[in-house]
Structure formats: C-alpha cells, structure tokens
C-alpha cells in the first residue's frame, strides 16, 4: 500500500463539521434514501454513529458507509496475544499513581526492533474512565514499520494524532490521509484505520477523548475568523480495495484491552459515503494566532486549536493548545508564560525547534506534565535572560518552533512505566532551584510609594 501511496496526490474535502459525500465509482451513493433495498453495486449500506441516536441536531454525528462486505463479516474478537500491556482507558490506584511533582521526559527512543503503530502505543497518562464515557488519556507512539494486513479500531475513544517524526500514512474507511509532522490527524471512536510509515522511523503524541468529540472553539470577542479556519479541516475521499485478504486482522482497542478478529478481506472496502462523522486533519501552520498587543501575557486558551467540551460552560475534557510561530510585541511585560498554578492540567509536547519557557531540557519529542496546582512556569535562563533584556525590547518573532498542550480539567493519574521510564528527567526541578530572590526594599517606582508602605518600609 506504501509504494500506491507515494505515486497519488491525495484529493480531500474541506470544512470542520460539513456534511460530506464521496463515492470513489460514480452512482455509488444512493440516492434520497440511505438504506435502499439494494444498494448501487449491490454494496452493504452501514451506519456509524458516533453520538446516540438522539443526540441533538447541531451534536449529532454520523455516517453512512457503502462498502464490498459489511464490518461484521469476521470471526468473533479473541485477547490479543502478546499485548505490552501498556494501555489504560480507565485510571485508578490500581494502574496508576497520582503526583503533583513537576515532570518531564527526554524524547523517547524509537526501537530498532519491528514495531507498529499499534506495539508501539503506550499511555503516559489518563484520568477517568471509557466505560463511563468521561475522561481522556496521553499516550505516545514510537514506531519503525507499518501495519501489515491489520487495521486498529478504537471503541473507547476519539484519537488526536500529533506526530512528532516521521509522516503517517493513514488509509482509513473513509479514504487515505496524509499527516506530516506539523499537522494533527482526529480518528474519531469505532472508524478503523491503518499506519503506514513511509518514512520509517517514527514518534508522536496522542489525546485520547472518552464520550465527548473535538470541535472548535467559540472565538467570541475575536469575532468571525481567526485561530483555526474550518476551511483548513480536511477530511479523506472515497477510496477502496477488493478482493481477498486472507488472515486480515482488525485489532480492537476495547476498555484499554487490545482483541483480534479475522477476516478474509480487507476494512478499507467502503465504495463510497456520506455524513458528518469523519476522520480529518489539519495543518497547524495554517493557525492564525491571536495576541496582546500592548502589554500582558494572554492566557494559553487563546491559541486552542480545538476543544473538547464538558457539561460545563468554559470547562474542557481537552483543550488542544497550540504555541506556534508568531511576534512577541508587548511593552513593559515579563513575555515568557507568567509562573502560574492552574485548576485544569497541562500535559505538553514538542514537535519541533525550542519552547519559550525553557531554555534547556525541553526537547522536540519530549513531554512535560504539570498537573493540578502543581506550580511552574519559565526556568532560571529564561527568566534571568528576559529581565536582562529589560522592559523595552521592541518586537521578536518566534521562529520554527510548534509546542502544544493538552490541558484537561481532570487531574490525570501517570502510569508506573512512564514513571520508571529511562527517558524521566529526574533533575526536572532543578531548572527552577536557581530562581533566587531580586527583591528590594528599594520601590523602583517612586510614584507609588506611599501606597506600598508596610511597617515604615516599601514592598514591591
Ligand atoms: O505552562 C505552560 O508552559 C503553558 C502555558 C503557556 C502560556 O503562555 C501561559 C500559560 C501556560 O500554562
Ligand atoms: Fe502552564
């Protein structure tokens, strides 16, 4: 499928949330209804729901697949034998330790050995609970080969795949998509799919949404464009295969347990579809960022890239943030991100060039965690560096640089592998322990001095 792949230029639909059609033979779909008695081709009409039945209108997603043979033409799921194990989708004290420390981890290494994109999944992270429909995970990838004659299905969950290195064919049932590092892949809950790595090694991140889907945020005062464009969401088109593929095997990710099931063609047999319910990507060079542009430091919210709501107005299962390029403008303002301990957790990634809080030890393939009030902010260089710069530095660009956050308002429990992991950095905290005191009883600003006195002296 490699070798197909790099000849084609892929053809894909635009817009966040359309309603898409695509039939890879012309007359595939039908045709004022989507359960004909018989189908164009004599194709299997299926639907794929990824909210319930009655879910409101403007929530509702689903999509019809007309596809060679329906899904549930396989041998029944058996455990997948050998499992690492290394998947959670639902995290208590017995699978997973709670800490407020500070933590980081230097990239992870790709293995030598063959590895998949499904053997090479692992959780760092998660709080909640798939069965419950309410929570998320972390996970990170490190994978050499592509998946032969297997397809991933994720039951739990929606996935947003962030690569860090290496590109990621994905043939999915609704067509291919091309991810590059820089852009960001969304496999919605139950669409199976498979990873092609045509570049061979490769790593990246994954947030993992239990019982709720991505959208876009609101941009409320910023108005009717900016951030992520709906246009720049681009979603596959129709493309299918024939034929028998004896010992095909779709690996099932069910409650964090991986199950086998055979069949003798391949998934990717849909011939043509319809609805709202997809998987997509998007391009993070095309975000258009927003910012203060006289003083201050905007929260990180106003760079999200997509959201994943709560019921709870302005609450998120999971905000993706992103911290692209972009000038740095404000006058008398400490630039960098503010120290700061917030009420939601910020699990962080780097997919390529330098982040603007830490001057050393936060490396492109790396990841960082600050749960709950957990403090943390700009190391030692970085804040010595900024003061040195002093209070007018005129405009500065960030340059070749894409950070991102998941930030989630569940406190995230760390799972013990990621926790004994060689790549922790145990000397994390020491990047704030050289932070010493500049205070002074001397206000340099005399002008309000009068209202700073404390016990006949100046507090600044
Ligand atoms: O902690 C971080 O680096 C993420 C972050 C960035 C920022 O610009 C402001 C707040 C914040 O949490
Ligand atoms: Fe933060």
Redesign the pocket.
Known sequence: MGDENSLEELSYQSGYGNSFSSEALAGALPHGQNSPLLCPYSLYAEQISGTSFTSPRKLNLRSWLYRIKPSVTHEPFKPRVPSHGKLLSEFDRSNSSATPTQLRWKPVEIPDSPTDFVDGLFTVCGAGSSFLRHGFAVHMYTANKSMDNCAFCNADGDFLIVPQKGRLWITTECGKLQVSPGEVAILPQGFRFAVDLPDGPSRGYVAEIFGAHFQLPDLGPIGANGLAAPRDFLAPTAWFEDGRRPGYTIVQKFGGELFTAKQDFSPFNVVAWHGNHVPYKYDLSKFCPYNTVLVD????SI?TVLTAPTDKPGVALLDF?V?PPRWLVAEHTFR???Y?R?CMS?F?GLIYGG????ADGFLPGGS?L?SCMTP???DTKTYEATIARGNEPGPFRIKDTM?F?F?SCLMPRVCAWALESPFMDHDYYQCWIGLRSHFTWESRNATSKDDNEVDGKTAK
């Open positions: 430091h905007s929260d990180p760079n943030v911290f960098p991100p503010y700061h917030n910020e962080m982040y603007e809080a830490k960082s600050h943390h902010g700009p950070a956050m930030e």
